[in-house]
């Protein structure tokens, strides 16, 4: 349910050393959300036989992709364990050096969100560049290394590029007695809103990682055909938050969790004092010193949000039950051997479903880990360019597909 990333402290690092681990042209496609008629062409081959992929019109997605026909395989030793991978890819993967203005966002309800934007973008890039946002993991920002590959690659594309920091996250200012959660959405339609508003020429997408892509499938699902988003790509999505609870405490993953739940203290010592007046249903003391994730959100997260207990708060949060409500093109990306999104979670009965739904889950990659590809193993993680190659494909498409409309309207006017 959570993801594993900048929290991670001295109490994982001693852990981990205690711990014996070691090509298809297309010319016309029918698809609900593409016109009857395009002219897009690109190679692409079926997927390689190490790649799980499925989809309710998965033939309407094939075309994007460029590296699939490959073999999948994990970087020598290191994809060999999937808490080796996961932990690799936090320590040694590299950090690209970005530099970043901030703008701080003021939410309906006096909370805040940090916006980190690419310095320059505003004045090097036209105003209908395709925009994409980041929705980083459980405690996770603009700072992280998964994080920045991604907005590198998409800001080389000519892409506008945008990191959501959740409240509290990324240094992000907290100015109410409340953070984020998986149930929560009035943040991402808020920021989805703001960037929409302020590029109205520019096709809108999204991209999120972990707990982010479990807020994203509910935000999709929310909005339904009228989602100001042209497409949207989950990547280790816990999906059943009740699964991946279940599987959270169990064994090694207890090491996340103790690590997790010390990052959430940390947060949460920081702006103490806008809780000190809470209603007794608030178990302040827990939470400042909780030593899990479900603890914390039993005492402090559940009760933000209104839900009686934390399974209810689980069960209700989870994006499993959204895919069906997704109406605009979203790729899903998991890795089979994720320890924290746990394949049994991933509903693939749904997605198969769901003509807008493509699923790929790879062999290995841990959690947001992938340490595999052309750049592995300190570049970036091989999704990143099966994600640009979808993004560029529904850009290039929607793009056509005005063209069309607009070149038709001309002539019916003429």
């Given at each position: 349910m ?35 008629k ?29 590296t ?14 999937t ?12 950090t ?46 603009s ?9 590198l ?7 506008c590029?945008?990191v959501?920091?959740?409240r509290?996250c990324?240094n ?18 808020e ?28 935000y ?16 280790c ?15 090694f ?36 010193n ?5 603890e ?15 399974d209810?708060y ?13 109406c ?19 509903p ?29 193993p ?5 999704t990143?360019?099966v994600?640009?190659?979808f993004?560029?494909?529904?850009e ?19």
């Open positions: 959570a993801r594993f990333g900048s929290s991670i402290g001295s109490s994982l690092y001693h852990n981990i050393n205690n711990n014996p681990i070691t090509k298809l042209s297309i010319a016309t496609t029918k698809h609900p959300f593409f016109p009857a395009r002219h897009v062409t690109m190679s692409a081959t079926q997927p390689h036989q190490s790649l799980d992929v499925t989809g309710g019109d998965v033939d309407s997605f094939l075309p994007a992709f460029t699939l026909h490959r073999p999948y395989n994990s970087y020598s030793v290191v994809g060999s364990n808490h080796l991978e996961t932990i690799f890819a936090f320590y040694f993967r590299s690209p050096d970005v530099s970043l203005r901030r703008q701080c966002l003021r939410t309906k309800d006096d909370g805040s969100v940090s916006l980190d934007w690419v310095v320059g973008d505003d004045r090097n890039l036209s105003p209908n560049a395709p925009t994409l946002i980041l929705l980083p993991g459980l405690t996770g920002g700072g992280d290394s998964y994080i920045r590959h991604m907005l690659r998409a800001r080389k594309k000519g892409w590029v945008v959501f920091n959740s509290g990324g992000s200012p907290v100015t109410t007695p409340q953070f984020y959660s998986a149930s929560f959405l009035g943040d991402i339609s920021v989805v809103e703001h960037v929409s508003g302020r590029f109205p020429d520019a096709n809108l997408y999204a991209a999120g990682w972990s707990l982010g892509a479990n807020i994203l499938v509910r999709l699902a929310q909005e339904g055909a009228n989602c100001r988003l042209s497409g949207a790509v989950s990547l999505n816990p999906f059943n938050l009740v699964v991946a609870d279940e599987d959270f405490r169990k064994g993953n207890k090491v996340y969790d103790k690590s997790l739940s010390s990052s959430l203290r940390r947060i949460f010592k920081k702006h103490a004092l806008l809780f000190g007046e809470m209603s007794e249903e608030y178990n302040i003391p827990a939470a400042a909780c030593r899990s994730v479900r914390f959100d039993d005492a402090l997260t559940r009760v933000s949000f209104g839900f009686k207990s934390v209810e689980y069960s209700k949060s989870s994006s499993s039950d959204s895919i069906p409500n997704v605009k093109p979203l790729l899903c990306i998991q890795a089979a051997n994720d320890p924290i999104a746990p394949a049994r979670g991933i693939r009965e749904a997605i198969k479903m769901n003509s807008n739904c493509m699923l790929i889950v790879t062999p290995e990659g841990g959690h947001l880990g992938w340490v595999a590809g052309d750049e592995a300190f570049g970036c993680p091989w990143d360019p994600v640009m190659d993004l560029e494909y529904l290039k498409t929607k793009s056509n597909s005005i063209g069309e409309k607009t070149h038709t309207l001309q002539t019916t006017v003429n």
